[in-house]
């Protein structure tokens, strides 16, 4: 039996799933960083936080076999969109959920009439960077760069990237 999978808009009783959503979404982020204290003590409390932001343009779900699989939201200021976040659950990744979830969102933003979409994955999440420049975010726009200050986490921090004749660690 195949798959159905639907993209829709958000709904109040999808919250719950939501916020695990997002926890699972801090747990990579801990895990490829190696940090524990990534997103605090409750991550899913984030999601509160982000369901309230003045530039949440919407949120839209991806429903798997009547099942939440994924979600992801669109910030709008003016004609600047950016994608954020965009996660799906791990047991169901690489099935296109995430692709179809761009796509919608990329009609949302088109429809507001955004002209820019962006999208920030953090540095070392390379299956979020593949889905993203497959799914045509090749310009570079802006570059967050971080310097560790004090005692913080000098040895977490991997070489490899270089842009400009920079090396960068990431």
């Given at each position: 039996?195949?798959?159905?999978?639907?993209?829709?808009?958000?709904?109040?009783?999808d919250r719950g799933?939501?916020?695990?959503?997002?926890?699972?979404?801090?747990?990579?982020?801990?895990?490829?960083?190696?940090?524990?204290?990534?997103g605090g003590e409750?991550?899913?409390?984030?999601?509160?936080?982000?369901?309230?932001?003045?530039?949440?343009?919407?949120?839209?779900?991806?429903?798997?076999?009547?099942?939440?699989?994924?979600?992801?939201?669109?910030?709008?200021?003016?004609?600047?969109?950016?994608?954020?976040?965009?996660?799906?659950?791990?047991?169901?990744?690489?099935?296109?959920?995430?692709?179809?979830?761009?796509?919608?969102?990329?009609?949302?933003?088109?429809?507001?009439?955004?002209?820019?979409?962006?999208?920030?994955?953090?540095?070392?999440?390379?299956?979020?960077?593949?889905?993203?420049?497959?799914?045509?975010?090749?310009?570079?726009?802006?570059?967050?760069?971080?310097?560790?200050?004090?005692?913080?986490?000098?040895?977490?921090?991997?070489?490899?990237?270089?842009?400009?004749?920079?090396?960068?660690?990431?």
């Open positions: 039996m195949e798959s159905q999978l639907t993209i829709r808009p958000y709904e109040k009783r799933a939501c916020r695990d959503l997002w926890r699972e979404l801090t747990e990579r982020h801990r895990e490829i960083y190696e940090d524990a204290s990534i409750d991550p899913g409390a984030q999601f509160d936080a982000y369901e309230k932001r003045r530039n949440l343009a919407g949120i839209w779900v991806a429903e798997l076999d009547g099942q939440v699989a994924g979600m992801a939201g669109l910030l709008a200021e003016g004609e600047q969109g950016e994608i954020e976040p965009v996660v799906v659950r791990a047991p169901v990744r690489g099935r296109g959920i995430g692709s179809a979830l761009l796509q919608r969102l990329e009609n949302e933003a088109q429809q507001r009439g955004i002209q820019y979409l962006s999208v920030r994955p953090v540095a070392r999440n390379d299956r979020a960077m593949v889905c993203f420049h497959r799914a045509g975010f090749r310009q570079l726009g802006h570059i967050e760069m971080f310097r560790t200050l004090g005692e913080g986490p000098k040895g977490r921090w991997k070489p490899g990237v270089r842009l400009h004749g920079c090396d960068f660690r990431y």
